[in-house]
């Protein structure tokens, strides 16, 4: 049917042929309407079509036309409508605006959605098959009265670091002097080809309560950064935020030094790294840290705990001599969180690594420190991973500080990475304590110093509290499933 005229009263809808069927006025439940034709079809339900002389006419939803029979020409139709379908949304968790909203036949319905704090703008279960995108909640293609509703998502310890911090307008692009800031921030680096979220310089709001030891005692970590499976790594802090002993002991990194395979946190035959990637033997400190999670964390706490997780111990090597973050961190100054090599990827599932640890835990990386703030053979006495919560303004390139600010007091920590193999000596990283403050170096791997574990934290764990200060940290909801 062809039809012409604007719908006003001086120029109907008519159909062609004039002296056959026109269609000469809309009505709103029988009365006249100031809406126009399209406003209504979007709001309202056409109810019937009636024609003066008799040809029966009705409504066609599919394709919003009218289907005539019995015609009587000429004769002149009216389409009346009627109110449109109510559509309600209700918010568990959350609040919805408008809560209410009318819409014509194939119709649209769109809300402004807000979760409540703790909450994060992801969909738990929803009764009306809607799609969220944003913070806009639409319902489509309505087609009766709808009542509907909506359960939002709790916040992930992931989702609620990302949401309290922000990130960076300006990210870090150069490496190659300490870096002390106090802007409360994230900062964006890669992974895996993945976007990871990382705490840097003088960070105040990366604290975690997560677990208790063997003597019942609360556990305090730092967040060191995200990971590319989405995990949140954690560096222990002891069992208070203001802890100066904040390692599990000390020990050895290999009890041998003179073989260039102990520089690995496993090692397979000794004499080259080829042989030492086999990763069949532990180190000393992998067995001592093993035993401290097994102790502390395993039974009860595991099931929180990443296994995807990667942790680097880089052992590549252009010349059996200078190791990959020695270069990386000494010559170019370029960190990195990727890991290029499988066998020095530790991780407990083997989708993502190599498959040998037998539990979720390791060691910070040298990369690690760089991108906190560290600096290879430089100072950085206000860089995170070196100090406590304990107040107090310190020179960034001090000598030397009072040991009460340092989370290790004058004792120097492992790190995961290898630095060189000097002929006779193996050497990895280490971080000092309060005698060279923050300073990132190298040590032979037979001294004893402090240990400091690591551990990631499932992208699925749940946020209960805390803002990641150290008076009020982050903790997480304890489940029977760990998410």
């Known amino acids: 049917v062809q039809v012409t005229g604007s719908g006003t009263v001086s120029d109907p809808y008519i159909i062609s042929p004039s002296s056959d069927i026109n269609l000469v006025s809309y009505t709103l439940n029988g009365q006249t309407t100031n809406k126009t034709y399209a406003d209504l079809l979007k709001t309202n339900v056409v109810k019937n079509v009636t024609c003066k002389n008799g040809t029966t006419a009705t409504w066609d939803n599919t394709d919003f036309s009218i289907k005539l029979k019995n015609i ?30 009318t819409v014509g036949y194939g119709g649209s319905a769109s809300f402004t959605v807000t979760p409540n704090s703790g909450y994060i703008l992801e969909i738990d279960s929803h009764t009306c098959g809607g799609t969220l995108s944003g913070s806009t909640y639409t319902i489509s293609n309505v087609t009766s009265a709808k009542s509907c509703s909506i359960t939002f998502k709790k916040a992930t310890l ?59 005692q609360d556990l305090y970590w730092r967040i060191i950064r995200t990971n590319s499976d989405g995990s949140v790594r954690l560096l222990y802090h002891g069992t208070s935020t203001t802890a100066t002993d904040a390692y599990i002991g000390k020990s050895a990194f290999n009890g041998s030094y003179n073989n260039i395979a102990y520089v690995s946190y496993m090692y397979g035959s000794l004499g080259s790294i080829p042989s030492a990637r086999e990763n069949t033997n532990n180190s000393t400190i992998k067995g001592v840290i093993d035993k401290w999670y097994k102790d502390n964390l395993n039974t009860n706490y595991g099931k929180y705990i990443s296994t995807t997780a990667v942790y680097c111990n880089d052992r590549s090597t252009s010349d059996n001599t200078y190791f990959g973050a020695r270069t990386r961190l000494d010559t170019n100054k370029t960190p990195s969180y990727d890991c290029s090599t499988t066998e020095d990827k530790f991780t407990v599932d083997s989708s993502t690594g190599n498959g040998k640890l037998t539990h979720p835990i390791a060691l910070m990386t040298a990369d690690e420190v760089s991108f906190a703030g560290g600096i290879w053979g430089n100072r950085n006495a206000n860089a995170w991973y070196f100090r406590n919560a304990k107040e107090g303004t310190l020179t960034t390139s001090s000598s030397s500080t009072d040991a009460s600010y340092s989370s290790t007091g004058s004792t120097w920590w492992w790190l995961l990475s290898p630095f060189y193999w000097y002929g006779s000596y193996a050497y990895v990283f280490y971080v000092y304590g309060s005698s060279v403050p923050g300073n990132l170096n190298r040590i032979s791997v037979n001294g004893m110093y402090g240990v400091r574990p690591v551990i990631s934290l499932k992208s699925c764990v749940i946020w209960a509290g805390g803002d990641g200060s150290s008076n009020n940290p982050y903790t997480i909801e304890e489940t029977t499933s760990g998410c």
């Open 158 to 216: 992931y989702a609620k670091l990302l949401s309290d911090r922000g990130i960076a307008t300006t990210n870090r692009t150069t490496f190659s002097a300490a870096f002390d800031s106090t802007d409360q921030v994230l900062y964006t680096a890669k992974e895996d080809n993945k976007t990871v979220y990382y705490f840097a310089g003088n960070a105040t709001t990366n604290w975690v309560k997560f677990g208790k030891n063997e003597n019942n």
């Open 72 to 101: 009587h020409t000429p004769d002149y139709c009216t389409i009346d409508f009627g109110n449109g379908y109510s559509v309600s949304l209700t918010a568990t968790n959350g609040t919805v605006s408008p809560s209410n909203i």
